[in-house]
Nanobody, 120 residues
């Protein structure tokens, strides 16, 4: 099992910045992908950004150039730096961890979510 604890959400004015942190613990395998997803009221959960253990990154078009995902493999922590925030970024942000165990079985874990609210 892998446990994920998110922090860093809050209320910010449009144009402001926040940094989200996802700290992982437990049975973490060296090859994994950690991502941030978000879900706004009445909307489906969507990928914001993810980063593989080799540091390959993926971003949603809506956040490219504004958000940066990074990771510290020693601390098992992933960060999402969010700049130039917009009201439409308001959502609950979830950390997601994917890995494949020695049997080839895919494992996936979710954090509890952290609220980000951007006021205009």
């Amino acid at each position: 099992q892998v446990q994920l604890v998110e922090s860093g959400g809050g209320l910010v004015l449009a144009g402001g910045s926040l940094r989200l942190t996802c700290a992982a613990s437990g049975r973490i395998l060296s090859i994994n992908t950690v991502g941030w997803y978000r879900q706004a009221p009445g909307q489906q959960r969507e990928l914001v950004a993810d980063i593989a253990s080799g540091r390959t990154t993926t971003y949603a078009d809506s956040v490219k150039g504004r958000f940066t995902i990074s990771r510290d493999n020693v601390k098992n922590t992933v960060y999402l730096q969010m700049n130039s925030l917009k009201p439409e970024d308001t959502a609950v942000y979830y950390c997601n961890h994917k890995q494949r165990n020695i049997f080839g079985t895919r494992e996936e874990y979710w954090g509890q979510g952290t609220q980000v609210t951007v006021s205009s």
